[in-house]
């Protein structure tokens, strides 16, 4: 190959990755669709910094002193409200994109360590059920697979009125992974590529949710709290009229938020990071005297314990995880790099979930593959990581002084650039100044 | 026959009686029901509820088994997820009536409002009146049967289900085509009419369905040439 010439520039507009999309455009005529979340830099997590205690503050000892993880979830209405003993939960994720093997090890990790999973667009699957001690069940738009005995075997409803990868958006589910049980589950014929609804067949509006809520409770026999996921756009206004439509526990899922299948021009256009949409919430639920009474749970984009441990600060109740408890069963590994090669793509880079060839098991409905995930390994491994990412939280709470992770407060951050500091509402290191605000 | 007082119990009242109940059966005369919401709805065993007066939304939300009707009109959502058994109204329903029914049989004895029979999985719907805008909207397998006229926009991009109309389709929605009815489409409307107790010649009604050009995505593949030297 000819070494590239000295002095030749590549556009910042129109660099190799841009030319590339315009070529595939060109090609197939059609927009591109992937798994994953959005891949551009963002104003993020790592963009905040906790202050440690020294003098002003007193610390909690490292191993030795209690800092309890529990949360109460959806206490306010439910006979039964959900406990968990950490502060993160596994996210919805559809059987259908996911394995059974991978719904089975998400439910058999989050057992191990006391949390709660979450089913997805499609239904429950009785294995899941089985495996998971506390299953939280997603009413979605779709309503594929929605029924009355599944809700009145779950421990929480989730009303789904959008997702942070695609706010506004409905689902897809290639017709390469309609299997026969996916399109029994969802009544489709096999192989359709599916789109799920963007909106709810049965109510159009907070005044209307209002009645559904009451709906879901009376089935129920107003036993299980219900959560409304949101994904974040108006923030500040669809929590206060979530809360009035009496949600229990609010789910935000920023726009880093992973997904099985969508457009790349939604996951990465549409909605706002999850760092400027948990200061929202938290004021709207403070305005209405429903902080910590509503619980908040944030996700999009959540890695590690120090990000758990912000969330908690800016004033979240919990976090719940997909693509970091994906990624912990072995989702982009390098031990699958040659199988990612041969489908065009590589560990570290895979995103086309919507094909259903995963050479990790993951999200494919291919029973081949999917024999590649033990679900009990995969439990273990989750767990494991869940583990970790408690125990480091657990470390940055003692070090502000907390004998609870959730007692961590926005007081103990401060942000390392101008916009992080304006969308967290914490003070740019070393000054009082928050962007905005003060 | 157990009478039930909305004047003097709640709704919560009401359908925890409902859920309570043992044993197939029994009948329920609600009366003074005022068009309250969620009325009977999550009932799983067979039983006979009489709602005498108007309902509101989701009445009859999830319905499992047994026969619910209604004496009046219901708001939005009536029998929405029903999973078999039967609803009956005897005056008109508004919007999203049957929504996402999985199974079952949901009679209107006048006319739904816009998205009747919307994401229908399996259910059917018999109005004998007229139905609204966008019905059937993304249906996916079930039938709806319209004795009267259809909105704009009849079954937008629907999957399997089967939809019938005796009088005029103001509009057919994306994905949405005529139909010329098989022996088999022709018995499943006769059995409908027979069990809402209509008596029209099944081979009056039009039918429309799928025209399956939304089912996939259409990819080209108009990749540049090789070049060689
Ligand atoms: C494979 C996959 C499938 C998903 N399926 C659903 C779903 O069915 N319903 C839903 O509300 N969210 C779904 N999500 C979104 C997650 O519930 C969650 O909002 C998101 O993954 C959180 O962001 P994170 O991936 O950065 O942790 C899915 C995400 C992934 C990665």
Known sequence: MKPKAPGLVESALFDRRTIAEIDRAATTGIYDIRGFGAKRKLPHFDDLL???????????EGYREKCATDVTLGDRFAKRPVKIDIPITIAGMSFGALSANAKEALGRGANLMGT?????????????????NKLVYQYLP???????DDLRKADAIEIVLGQGAKPGGGGMLLGQKITDRVAQMR???KGVDQRSACRHPDWTGPDDLAIKVIELREITDWRVPIYMKIGATRTYYDVKLAVKAGADVIVLDGMQGGTAATQDVFIEHVGIPTLAAIPEAVQALQEMDMHRKVQLVVSGGIRNGADVAKCLAMGADAVSIGTAALIALGCNHPNYDDQYRDIGSAAGFYDDYHEGLCPAGISTQDPDLMSQLDPELGGRRLANYLQCITLEAQTIARACGKSHVLNLEPEDLVAVSVEAAAMARVPLAGTKWIPGWS | MRNFDCDLHSVRELNQALHDVQSDGESFNVLNVKGQHALACGITHNINVSL????????????????????????????????SGTVHVTGNAS??????????????DGDAAARCGI?????????????????CFMAQAGTLVVCGDAGEALGDSLYETRIFVLGEVESLGAGCERKTSTAEDLSILSDLLAKAEIDIDPAQFAQYG???????FSVDNAVLPEVSR
């Open chain 1, 50 to 60: 906790f202050l440690g205690a020294s003098m002003s503050r007193y610390p909690l």
């Open chain 1, 116 to 132: 709660s999973t979450t089913t997805g667009d499609g239904g429950m699957t009785p294995e899941e059920r089985g495996h998971s």
């Open chain 1, 142 to 148: 779709s309503r594929y697979g929605m029924n009355p």
């Open chain 1, 187 to 189: 009544t489709l014929p």
């Open chain 2, 52 to 83: 005498q007066g108007h309902a509101g939304y989701y009445c009859a939300g999830m319905h499992q088994r047994g026969t619910v009707t209604v004496h009046g009109n219901v708001g939005v959502g009536v029998a929405e997820n029903m999973m």
């Open chain 2, 95 to 108: 919007q999203s009536a049957g929504a996402t029914a999985h199974g079952g049989l949901l009679i209107v």
């Open chain 2, 119 to 135: 994401s229908l999985k399996g259910g059917s719907i018999v109005v004998k009146g007229s139905v609204g805008h966008m019905s």
């Open chain 2, 210 to 216: 799928s025209d399956k050009s939304l089912y996939n």
